[in-house]
């Protein structure tokens, strides 16, 4: 068993020297007792490396991988002198994601799209890498990229026409409303050198990201784009409502319900939940295959298949299972199933009163990021490796055998859906193993709102959105972040699980009394507001009194041994209105049991 020390140990040094638990790698050896121990396999690629090679250090004293190492500097040194750096920015993916869709057919598209993002990533990489001799790619993930390759003449003129084909792309298929983004700047051999091996050199990053964000500015030039793309009916074969596809709205359907493009994004979300291998190839079509991306008249193709095969370019193992030799690539985030068939938010529901949506990302991680990337490239790398590992591996084998679905997890966020107690107890053990991975350095926020199956899934994702900033927003003693935003009401993920705890005490005296009951929980809550608004309405200052009378109207005094009245007093006082998302779970608990007739 190999433990690898990380990133988050590079600003307080750890006397204990801790370990992240989640990644213990068991590496497969083939013992030779006249020599040592010795790799059964050696394969050289990004995705084999982000679960072992990867991490591990050049030394006992290094918290940067050998991989890297090497690879950063064999690549610079091949590189020459004057050296390109170009980077990738998928932009638009919340609406690639969500945009058109709606909920009732969403559980078997939405985990494709998010899929489709990356897959669509790594496509453009391969093809600048194609373009540009000896180039190869130093940073990947959620829809970025970074590629070092050595200066052309014409470089630029390059990158233009890349750019062009990109947007045409993307015009055509997806109207617009994303795309890619390619920035450069140039650097030199020695300048980056220094820049690999912690010396601050900034210009040529700060130059890049500049160039990115003009390009911002200005997504899409369309004199370059022929007027049959730009200008385009895209209903012209849709001869009634009916035709129109019922996925995106957005296109003609071309078989049975859908258009071509969601069609074959559903064929894609459920291959990636049956199959544990993928391969990405551009030759021509096998049966059943799943089209990518088309760059001129070349298409990308994914093919999957259950067994592992001796090939090993372009070939990744796209589960949550251990590492067997194959490089690891985790697309297939997990997703609750009926017979190998995804469950549709209605089955995700089922008895239930309602699903809850949770938005979680890294608290003031763009500073983190910000100090590496202008530092060290090989601390951003490593940081941005583990960060993706915990949330799109790690994060999601913890979700296995539950109701619930990942609509995208990777790189420092997760969004997923599921039966709302499944939810909240998935949220508490997630903030629980991300404070053992970041060894208490970091923080998670998280916004959690619930709506029925029927919502429509963007109006879903923008609600979400809105809670997670407002959990951002929370601040006690000078302190913000580690927020949780539930039910529109913000506070510290650590009052949450004080008053959870509070309430579990209460309840139980509650129950015993035969005093569980809705009409008694909703005058709580109407008297923790009472205690929020004192300074609104002076009326609002008999909060208590009016507790005292719901308590003896409900509990005679000689049953009343725990006096509830104080313990009741004692945390409305201490958290207000911060109490009720806690007293609705407990409501919607209560009518989940009297639907299905539990006392």
């Known amino acids: ?75 610079v040194n091949k590189l020459g002198h004057d050296i390109v750096m170009i980077s ?92 890619f983004l390619l920035s450069s700047s140039v650097t030199t051999k020695e300048r980056l050198l220094n820049q690999i091996n912690n010396e601050e050199i900034k210009d040529d990053l700060l130059n890049l990201a500049k160039d990115n964000d003009r390009k911002k500015y200005n997504k899409f030039t369309l004199t370059d784009i022929e007027d049959d793309i730009i200008c385009v009916d895209i209903f012209k074969d849709a001869v009634s409502d009916d035709k129109i596809c019922k996925f995106c709205s957005k ?23 049956k199959k544990r291998y993928l391969k990405i190839y551009n030759t021509e079509q096998k049966k059943d295959d799943i089209l990518i991306f088309r760059y001129k008249y070349q298409n990308y193709y994914a093919k999957f298949f259950d067994t592992k095969i001796e090939e090993r370019e372009n070939i990744f193992d796209i589960s949550s299972k251990k590492y067997n030799g194959v490089s690891k690539w985790s697309l297939n985030s997990y997703v609750a199933k009926i017979d190998n068939n995804i469950k549709t938010f209605e089955e995700l529901q089922n008895n239930s009163q309602g699903l809850i949506a949770l938005k979680a990302d890294v608290d003031k991680l763009g500073d983190t990021f910000r100090e590496y990337y202008m530092s060290s490239f090989k601390k951003f790398n490593r940081l941005s490796r583990e960060l993706d590992f915990f949330f799109s591996d790690y994060a999601t084998s913890m979700m296995e055998d539950k109701p619930l679905y990942t609509i995208f997890a990777g790189g420092d966020d997760l969004f997923l859906v599921g039966e709302y107690k499944e939810v909240i107890a998935y949220a508490k053990e997630l903030r629980d193993e991300f404070y053992k991975f970041s060894l208490n350095k970091a923080t998670l926020s998280m916004g959690l709102v619930m709506f029925k199956h029927s919502t429509p899934i963007n109006y879903i994702s923008t609600l979400a959105d809105e809670a997670e900033a407002r959990a951002k927003a929370v601040m006690k003693n000078g302190i913000d972040r580690d927020g949780i935003d539930i039910f529109g009401i913000s506070m510290k993920f650590k009052e949450f699980l004080e008053i959870e705890k509070y309430f579990e005490e209460i309840v139980e005296f509650l129950e015993v009394n035969k005093v569980d009951t809705t009409t008694f929980y909703y005058r709580l809550i109407e008297i923790s507001q009472m205690k929020e608004d004192i300074n609104q309405n002076i009326k609002n200052a008999m909060w208590m009194s009016k507790l005292n009378y719901t308590i003896r109207r409900n509990i005679s005094k000689e049953n009343n041994d725990f006096d509830i009245y104080k313990k009741l007093v004692e945390m409305i006082e201490k958290y207000g209105k911060k109490i009720q998302p806690t007293v609705f779970l407990k409501i919607y608990e209560n009518r989940d049991k009297s639907k299905k007739g539990e006392k």
């Open 88 to 179: 990738g920015d998928f932009w638009g993916i919340q609406k690639f994601i969500f945009d058109g869709l709606v909920s009732s057919s969403a559980s078997k598209i939405l985990r494709s799209r998010s899929a489709m993002v990356q897959l669509i990533t790594y496509v453009v990489v391969d093809i600048i890498k194609s373009e540009f001799e000896d180039s190869d790619s130093v940073l990947f993930g959620a829809g970025k990229f970074l590629i070092l390759s050595k200066k052309e003449d014409a470089y630029l003129d390059k990158l233009k026409e890349i750019q062009k084909e990109l947007d045409r792309y993307f015009l055509e298929n997806y109207f617009g409303q994303n795309g």
């Open 1 to 75: 068993m190999e433990q690898i020390e990380h990133i988050f140990n590079e600003h307080k040094a750890n006397d204990n020297k801790e370990f992240i638990s989640s990644q213990e790698f068991e590496i497969d050896y083939i013992k030779d007792y006249k020599k040592t121990y010795t790799n059964k396999v050696k394969v050289f690629d990004d995705f084999t490396k982000k679960y072992y090679e990867a991490l591990k250090p050049s030394n006992k004293n290094s918290l940067i991988s050998k991989y890297d190492d090497e690879k950063l500097d064999n690549l």
């Open 251 to 273: 296109r003609a359907i071309r078989d049975e319900d859908c258009c071509e493009v969601c069609g074959n994004q559903i064929s894609l979300g459920q291959k990636l939940t």
